[in-house]
């Protein structure tokens, strides 16, 4: 049920700013959970290696039925955001798109993003967060419970956007939009770009 659950907020919102994000995804690419392959339609065709994780068996079985209907060359592993199989600073890009909120350890899964990336690499993220109008996060915290167990573990009042600016990660650049056609605790949004720089050391790890 994920892609008709999501369909009217993909043409009334998120599609437009899928496109504009994963488009800028470049050289050796990885996408944290990467469900049934949404984003697939819109990354460059000049990759030089683009690998999908997705620790769903389910999400894996869809994303495999739409990689063989685009034909799209992509290496899909099982793996969730806090324990990527890949070696330091090995990647380009990582693509993140409604994904930190469901992850058990988003500031583990953040600094797993940290320590794959080449020294300039980029993480491209898409986040719906908390929101800053404390009205309306006060309805976020009420009926999180709730919709955590309908989403299959989403926290709609999550601040991924305060966990991205503490990772460790030198945040680019960062702008708010509205998930128009979802309901309304998921609509506060973030799309922007992290690097990492030089001497990155995660927030909150120990000093070597």
């Known amino acids: 049920m994920y892609d008709p659950l999501l369909w009217l907020g993909e043409k009334v919102t998120l599609g437009a700013l899928r496109q504009d994000l994963v488009g800028r995804a470049e050289g050796r690419t990885v996408e944290l959970g990467c469900g049934t ?14 690998i999908l994780t997705e620790p769903g068996a389910a999400m894996r079985a869809r994303l495999g039925q739409r990689l063989r209907r685009t034909r799209r060359r992509a290496r899909v ?19 993140s798109t ?4 469901t992850v058990e350890a988003p500031d583990l899964a953040l600094r797993e993003v ?8 980029r993480l491209l993220f898409l986040e719906h967060v ?8 006060a309805w976020q915290d009420r009926l999180s419970g709730p ?16 966990l991205i600016r503490e990772c460790g990660l030198e945040l680019e650049s960062m702008a ?10 998921v609509w506060p949004l973030i799309t922007g770009v992290a690097t990492k720089r030089e001497g990155f050391r995660a927030a909150g790890s120990a000093a070597p």
């Open 37 to 50: 392959g949404l984003n697939l339609r819109y990354y460059p065709g000049d990759l030089d290696e683009l």
């Open 176 to 185: 708010g939009a509205s998930w128009r056609g979802m309901p309304p605790i």
């Open 98 to 101: 409604l994904v930190l909120c």
């Open 114 to 121: 940290g320590r794959v990336l080449r020294p300039g690499g």
């Open 77 to 95: 592993l099982d793996a969730s955001a806090e324990h990527l199989p890949l070696a330091d600073d090995t990647v380009d890009t990582v693509v």
């Open 130 to 137: 908390r929101s800053r109008s404390p009205r309306f996060a």
């Open 147 to 162: 919709w955590r167990r309908f989403a299959e573990g989403c926290h709609c009042n999550r601040a991924t956007d305060e």
